[in-house]
């Protein structure tokens, strides 16, 4: 068994792929890298099969007909023979002596018996044309190079969540809770990171700068223009996470806490999203959004009415509106915009 299976998924992905798998390469008798080709109609699967062929007891190719990112990510986990389970986007990359690092504690804590459900790390935003390259680091909110669990973790202020970017979970645990990503479908990141939160009992946060967090292509899901375009998937994860569990009935406050403040801030983006584009007919998407809601879990839906982004949301006529784009910088630091 491998200690660590990492998935690349794969579309039309022939200009950027090589730095990625590149990157992952030195991982080597450790890791299982699957790139799953995913329909792709340039030359990325001939790419993958390249890098099988010269790598084969690292590298795996699985060529699938198109089901979007998602579809990438269950085929990955079906197949995954790692003990713990890495994604990373074929235009993104990992630092080496940070992987180097990921590693030998992953050994050393196996080696050591221990059964440990999420390794969580920092991830730097590369953006496009910024000097300054803004990093995620949870260094203030989690204990540094330790076993913790989630009673021992501080409040997440907004912008500090844990996204996929952050997470190695094991494997078994993304099979135990059922994990099935929607096909054809953005942002289902979110999904993959909140679904199996519950099932988490272990973490171990290593305070080092691992995935390098790709922004600046004009075709990307958190381009805000692209993002309008592709509402309706965003709406469809939203409800997907309100669907996922009764929150009032995890009893672990500080995940319940950790769960309702995601939830919450992808209601936000959804909202303001809808509020952004400025159509009339967003606008009934935005109400049918909080109907769906209230008629789902009336609790949940008076707590983020009640928020204070909830609130600001909700406030009638355009000067309303004007005010709930207010909150379009938060929504930002959330899904990399800036």
């Not at 630092?95 to 440990?116: A, K, N, Q, V």
Request: with cysteine.
């Amino acid at each position: 068994m491998k200690l660590l299976t990492i998935t690349v998924p794969c579309y039309n992905s022939q200009d950027y792929m090589r730095r990625c798998i590149d990157s992952l390469l030195p991982g080597g008798d450790d890791v299982e890298i699957i790139i799953v080709d995913d329909g792709s109609t340039d030359s990325t699967g001939k790419i993958a099969d390249e890098y099988a062929a010269a790598y084969p007891a690292t590298v795996r190719v699985i060529h699938q007909k198109n089901g979007g990112h998602g579809e990438g990510l269950n085929t990955g986990i079906l197949h995954a023979t790692g003990l713990y389970f890495k994604v990373v986007d074929s235009d993104d990359w990992v630092d080496p002596e940070s992987y180097r690092e990921i590693l030998h504690t992953l050994r050393s804590l196996c080696s050591g018996g221990c059964m440990l459900d999420l390794m969580i790390s920092n991830f730097v935003y590369e953006k496009d044309g910024s000097k300054h390259k803004k990093v995620m680091r949870y260094n203030r909110i989690l204990p540094r190079n330790q076993l913790f669990d989630w009673t021992e973790t501080k409040n997440f202020k907004i912008g500090k969540y844990i996204l996929m970017h952050s997470v190695i979970y094991r494997t078994q645990l993304l099979r135990d809770c059922r994990l099935v990503l929607p096909k054809h479908t953005f942002y289902v990141d979110n999904l993959f990171v909140y679904v199996p939160l519950p099932y988490v009992k272990t973490m171990y946060y290593l305070d080092v700068d691992f995935y390098h967090y790709y922004i600046g292509r004009e075709d990307q899901s958190v381009n805000e223009h692209i993002m309008i375009q592709r509402i309706d998937q965003q709406i469809a994860v939203n409800k997907l996470m309100i669907d996922a569990y009764d929150l009032w009935k995890i009893s672990n406050r500080h995940l319940r806490h950790y769960m309702l403040n995601y939830l919450e801030i992808i209601t936000v983006i959804s909202t303001v999203m809808l509020i952004k584009s400025g159509t009339e007919e967003n606008l009934a998407k935005k109400r049918e959004l909080w109907t769906y809601i209230k008629e789902k879990d009336i609790r949940l839906f008076h707590y983020l009415r009640n928020r204070m982004m909830g609130q600001t949301l909700h406030l009638p006529g355009k000067g309303g509106r004007g005010i709930s784009l207010t909150l379009y910088k938060i929504s930002q630091k959330v899904i990399g915009f800036n």
